[in-house]
C-alpha cells in the first residue's frame, strides 16, 4: 500500500509570505535572501514566488497584474489554476511583523523534505551491494554535510552589527589574556600568530627529520595542558605507542633511547610513573590507522566534538599520506580537495586543525637551505587554503647532528590574518623536546 502521509508543509506559511509581497514590494529584499523558489513545497506558490524574482530582477513593479501577465506569456497561468486561483492565494493581509517566522517556518518544512530526499537515498545506496562501503559513507557524510549548510543563516550583517560583536570580544580577551585562541607556550611564536584560532588550518612543514611530529606534539601537549580541552591527534606513520612514548619522554625527560631498553635509575622509574599517571589523565585521543580518509576523521571528531562548548585541537600527522575514497586525475587535484575538506572540517567543528607536510627536495640542492613557501609539494592548493604555514629549519641538523641543543628556526612563511617571522626554540633530540630559548 502507497504511503499517503504528506510530506512536511506548511501552506500557511507559504501563502503569508506572498501576500507579504504583494502587498509590501519592498519586503522582497529581506525575503530573496532566505527563500528559494525550492523552499515553497506546492507548485503554485513555487510558480507565483518564482515570477515575483523575475518580476524582481526585471526592476519592474510586484503586483498583481504583473505577476498574472508574466505568467500568462510564459503560459503558466493554467498551472496555477487561472486568474481566480491567483486571487485566492494573493488575498487578505498578513502582518509584517511575523515575516521572519514566516520564512523559519517554511524553511523549517523544507529542510525536513530534504532530510527525507536523503533517507531514501542512504536507503538505495544500502542496497547498492556493487559499490564500495566507503564511497557510500562518504556519500552520505557529503550530503549530511550539505544539507547542515543549507541551515545556515545567509543573513548580511551591517558594519555595525558586526562592529558591536567584535568590540566585545575584543573586550572579553583584554580581561582574560594579550592572546587569542589557544597559545602554544612558545613566546615568541605566541607574538608572532598569537594563538591557534577557531577554524584556522595550520600547516606545519619541514624537510624528513627536521622535527615536525616532536614540534606538533608539543604543542598538543601544551595545548591540553593549559586549557585541558581534547587534543585529537591522527598519526599515519607511526603507531600509537610511539606517540606515546614521545609524550612520555617529554614528560619524564628521560631519554627515549632509555625508556625502550627499561634500563633506567630508580629516580628515573619515579619520575616515569609521575609522567605516565600525568599523561593518562588528559584528554588525548590517538589514532593510527594508516588508511585514513576524511569519512574516518569527521565521523571520529563528530563523537568527540559534539555538543562540546570548550573546542579542542587536531593534529595530523601527515598530509601526503592521507587517502581519498575515490581517486582524481593526479596527486596535485587530491592534495587541494583534502586541504579544502580539512579547512571546511576546521570551519565546521570550530577547531583549529594543525596538519604535517612534507617539502619538496628542492631544499636540499640550494646552498641557503631555509625552506620557502614555494617548496611545499603540491604547494598551490596547501598555501592557498591554509591560515597559517610554519616552516621548520635546524642549521644543525646539515651541520652537527649529534648536537644535543639544538636551535630550530620557525618560519612563519604564511600568517592569513597577521603578520609574518622567524621565532626560534632550543630542540633537545633525546627527549623530542622543544623549549624556549
Known amino acids: 500500500m502507497k504511503n499517503s502521509t504528506p510530506l512536511p508543509n506548511n501552506f500557511l506559511a507559504e501563502q503569508a509570505i506572498l501576500n507579504l509581497l504583494v502587498t509590501n514590494p519592498l519586503l522582497i529584499n529581506e525575503v530573496i535572501l532566505d527563500l528559494k523558489p525550492e523552499s515553497f513545497y506546492f507548485e503554485p506558490h513555487k510558480l507565483i514566488y518564482e515570477t515575483i524574482l523575475e518580476i524582481y530582477e526585471s526592476d519592474n513593479s510586484i503586483n498583481l497584474t504583473n505577476i498574472i501577465t508574466y505568467l500568462q506569456d510564459k503560459n503558466r497561468l493554467d498551472e496555477i489554476g487561472g486568474i481566480q486561483r491567483i486571487m485566492t492565494i494573493i488575498s487578505g493581509f498578513e502582518n509584517y511583523s511575523d515575516l521572519d517566522n514566516y520564512i523559519k517556518q517554511i524553511n523549517d518544512k523544507y529542510l525536513r523534505r530534504l532530510i527525507i530526499d536523503i533517507g531514501k537515498q542512504i536507503i538505495t545506496w544500502g542496497y547498492t551491494t556493487s559499490e564500495d562501503l566507503e564511497n557510500i559513507l562518504d556519500k552520505m557524510e557529503q550530503s549530511i554535510f550539505s544539507l547542515n549548510q ?4 545567509q543573513k548580511i550583517y551591517s558594519a555595525a552589527e558586526i562592529m558591536d560583536d567584535v568590540f566585545t570580544e575584543m573586550k572579553s580577551k583584554i580581561k582574560k589574556t594579550t592572546s587569542t585562541g589557544f597559545t602554544s607556550s612558545f613566546k615568541d611564536l605566541d607574538s608572532i600568530i598569537q594563538g591557534f ?4 588550518l595550520i600547516i606545519i612543514a619541514g624537510r624528513p627529520s627536521m622535527g615536525k611530529t616532536a614540534f606538533s606534539l608539543n604543542l598538543g601537549n601544551n595545548v591540553v595542558e593549559k586549557y585541558n580541552v581534547p587534543v585529537v591527534i591522527f598519526t599515519l606513520e607511526m603507531s600509537r605507542q610511539q606517540i606515546i612514548y614521545r609524550f612520555i619522554s617529554t614528560a619524564s625527560n628521560i631519554n627515549a633511547n632509555r ?3 627499561g634500563k633506567m635509575t630508580s629516580l628515573e622509574w619515579k619520575n616515569l610513573a609521575a609522567a605516565m599517571k600525568k599523561i593518562s589523565e588528559l584528554p588525548i585521543f590517538i589514532d593510527d590507522n594508516p588508511n585514513l580518509t576524511l569519512v574516518d576523521i569527521r565521523s571520529k571528531l563528530r563523537k568527540i566534538f559534539t555538543g562540546s562548548t570548550k573546542g579542542g585541537l587536531v593534529i595530523i600527522d601527515y598530509l601526503q599520506l592521507m587517502k581519498l575514497s575515490s581517486k582524481l586525475d593526479n596527486r596535485v587535484q587530491e592534495i587541494s580537495y583534502l586541504t579544502r575538506s580539512l579547512k571546511i572540517l576546521a570551519k565546521e567543528f570550530e577547531i583549529p586543525i594543525i ?3 612534507q617539502l619538496s627536495r628542492n631544499v636540499e640542492s640550494r646552498t641557503n637551505k631555509r625552506p620557502m613557501l614555494s617548496d611545499l609539494r603540491e604547494s598551490g592548493s596547501i598555501e592557498q587554503d591554509a591560515d597559517i ?3 621548520l629549519y635546524r642549521e644543525e641538523y646539515y651541520n652537527d647532528k649529534n648536537s644535543d641543543a639544538q636551535v630550530t628556526e620557525l618560519i612563519v612563511a604564511k600568517h592569513r ?6 621565532a626560534k626554540l632550543l630542540f633537545k633530540p633525546s627527549v623530542t623536546s622543544f623549549t624556549n630559548i
Open 417 to 422: 590574518n597577521g603578520p609574518t617571522g622567524t
Open 150 to 153: 543549507q541551515n545556515l543563516t
Open 197 to 200: 584560532q577557531k577554524s584556522d
Open 259 to 261: 625508556l625502550r631498553s
Open 355 to 357: 596538519v604535517l607536510s
Open 389 to 391: 604555514v610554519i616552516m
